[in-house]
């Protein structure tokens, strides 16, 4: 059932109020008056309102009626009706006689005033159910499918159906009135025309959108989704999408890790905005493996991979050792390319392979050695 509150009974009262020239009053479905042009009646009882609710009618007052009724004005009370129930009373006064050209007119207005906010408020009730749910959704390590299962279907959300998460940021030194108004644009770009986006804001300058995975209705296309991103960013005005960066995570088969999916988003945007801060795009695949190292993050696993390589730059002060051995990876080992590539004589090369080997305690010859140098580089890298 519809509650008329004093904030939309005012505002009916200040719509209608300047139409007839009239003290209009509103009361609710107890007579109570909720909106008036005379505020000092507000929150009295209304005797004629009860009459217009309890005979479900139109109840005309005139002078002489008036003085035998409590907080009463000559005037006309017609009852304020929302999907068949009587939800309030609009009340005009002054002379029956003289207002009934204006009744009708004033409740049908009055109606659509209450109809047209509560649409309102409906939309913005469902919406924010709905950006409750994306985010237990993804916020949670293990989603509860079966609690989630009972609100996605009140949502008509399809929790089984494959998704894929992206993340979409303004950056950081963007005004908040123009990073408001981006954000605005997106979620109207994503949403229509309505292509099954759930979509979401997970702080004031980023928002997440679980699309469905499978644009052909049968297989996960990569390529496909990185197009339309390219098209999204075509769609916004120029000055708008050199302020926002877009990361596509990584697509899991099963629906429950739509929360890894998130994660996958979240750190793709973070290393890819650190390797290549003038990108506006960022897919999970170009990083994957870094994405996947940031899974170590604040772990003793992280710790014992850095150490090799922490103590490498500890002793390496002209980062001269550190270029040589990103350059030594980079080319497989292949001494002769390596050391072309840094202008040296392969003599000083091996010179330079000798000490980082001393440094940090690895065999370069090593599969297991190379492979725990390059995560250490690219874990200190990236910062994770």
């Known amino acids: 059932m519809y509650f008329l509150d004093a904030n939309i009974a005012q505002q009916i009262v200040d719509r209608t109020i300047k139409i007839i020239g009239h003290n209009i009053n509103v009361m609710n479905n107890q007579g109570v008056i909720l909106g008036s042009g005379e505020p000092a009646r507000i929150g009295s009882t209304h005797e004629g ?26 005037g006309m009370n017609l009852p304020l009706h929302y999907k068949g129930e009587i939800i309030g009373v609009i009340g005009i006064t002054g002379e029956p006689d003289s207002l009934r050209a204006y009744g009708e007119l004033l409740k049908m207005t009055a109606e659509m005033i209450v109809e047209q906010s509560n649409s309102i408020e409906l939309a913005q009730w469902q919406n924010r159910q709905k950006e409750e749910f994306i985010l237990q959704l993804i916020r949670q390590k293990r989603p509860d499918f079966e609690r989630l299962q009972d609100w996605a279907a009140r949502l008509d959300i399809d929790l089984n159906l494959p998704r894929v998460a992206a993340v979409i940021a303004i950056e950081e030194d963007t005004q908040q009135d123009f990073a408001d108004s981006l954000l605005k644009h997106l979620v109207n770009l994503l949403e229509n025309p309505p292509r099954g986006n759930l979509v979401a804001m997970t702080s004031m300058t980023e928002l997440v959108i679980l699309k469905p995975a499978f644009l052909d209705g049968k297989q996960w296309d990569a390529e496909a989704e990185s197009q339309r991103i390219d098209q999204l960013l075509k769609r916004l005005p120029a000055e708008m999408s050199t302020k926002c960066k877009i990361a596509l995570g990584h697509y899991f088969t099963a629906s429950k890790d739509i929360n890894r999916s998130y994660q996958t988003a979240k750190e793709t945007l973070r290393i890819g905005s650190q390797i290549e801060p003038s990108q506006s795009k960022h897919l999970y695949e170009d990083y994957s493996f870094l994405v996947l190292l940031a899974g170590l993050k604040d772990s003793w696993r992280a710790d014992q991979l850095l150490a090799p390589y922490q103590r490498l730059l500890h002793a390496d002060k002209n980062q001269q050792l550190d270029k040589t051995l990103r350059a030594y990876l980079q080319h497989f080992g292949d001494l002769q390319t390596c050391a072309q590539s840094l202008y040296i004589h392969r003599n000083t090369l091996r010179y330079r392979l000798e000490r980082i080997e001393q440094l940090t305690g690895i065999n370069l010859q090593s599969l297991d050695g190379l492979l725990r140098l390059y995560v250490g580089q690219n874990l200190s890298q990236n910062g994770t």
């Open 49 to 74: 309102a009860l009459l217009a609710i309890s005979q479900n009618r139109t109840v005309e007052i005139d002078s002489g009626s008036a003085r035998s009724l409590q907080g009463v004005k000559p």
